[in-house]
């Protein structure tokens, strides 16, 4: 009598146990494949900003009912290898041009004809040079995106506009490491 109530006992656990794991994994599961989804930064793009090292959690909901917005800054998918996942700024938006010149970003859009040059005083540190002579027409559904750091950035410069498609979320939480924690309401 005694070892069948051990034996219920011990089915008892493991039914509890697969509950348990049921449960979290409908609660875990949708929250981490449609609201929100952890990302480590590599590399130093993004400095200071964002260091190598860094845990962060993308929102991926809210570009479900918003457009991302300039200075933003986003996680997305890499167009030339979409395995691999890349953090920057967004500079310029959909239907844009954006010219590079003297170390200035200008900005040329329907409200702004004769171009306004883009103020990056609050990210971007003043040591920071912003390199290229070019200027680029973006396309509807499309993104201009630099890193931070403007000397260490694999950016659009180099591979072109960033599709929305690729865009996976932007930074809501830096979770690592303890002492920069950090909520993003705004980047």
């Known amino acids: 009598m005694e070892e069948e109530t051990k034996s219920q006992s011990f089915f008892l656990f493991l039914w509890e146990i697969v509950k348990i794991t049921i449960l979290a994994l409908v609660i875990i599961v949708p929250i981490r494949y449609f609201i929100a989804q952890p990302f480590f930064v590599k590399g130093a ?13 993308i929102n991926e909901i809210s570009f479900r009912f918003s457009k991302p917005e300039r200075g933003e800054v986003v996680v997305f998918r890499f167009p030339e290898d979409p395995k691999q996942f890349f953090i920057k700024r967004i500079i310029a938006l959909p239907n844009e041009t954006i010219e590079i010149r003297n170390n200035q970003i200008k900005i040329y859009n329907d409200q702004n004809p ?7 005083s609050s990210y971007l540190d003043p040591s920071q040079i912003t390199e290229g002579n070019l200027k680029v027409q973006i396309g509807e559904n499309e993104y201009f995106v630099l890193g931070d750091n403007r000397f260490h950035s694999s950016d659009s410069r180099r591979w072109g506009t960033l599709n929305r498609s690729l865009i996976v979320g932007k930074t809501l939480l830096r979770a690592w490491p303890l002492d920069r924690i950090e909520y993003f309401s705004q980047n």
Do not use: K, N, V
């Not at 793009?45 to 959690?57: K, T």
């Not at 004769?114 to 990056?120: A, P, Q, R, V, Y």
């Open 114 to 120: 004769t171009g306004f040059i883009l103020d990056e």
């Open 45 to 57: 793009s993004m400095e200071p900003a964002f260091e190598d090292g860094d845990y962060l959690i």
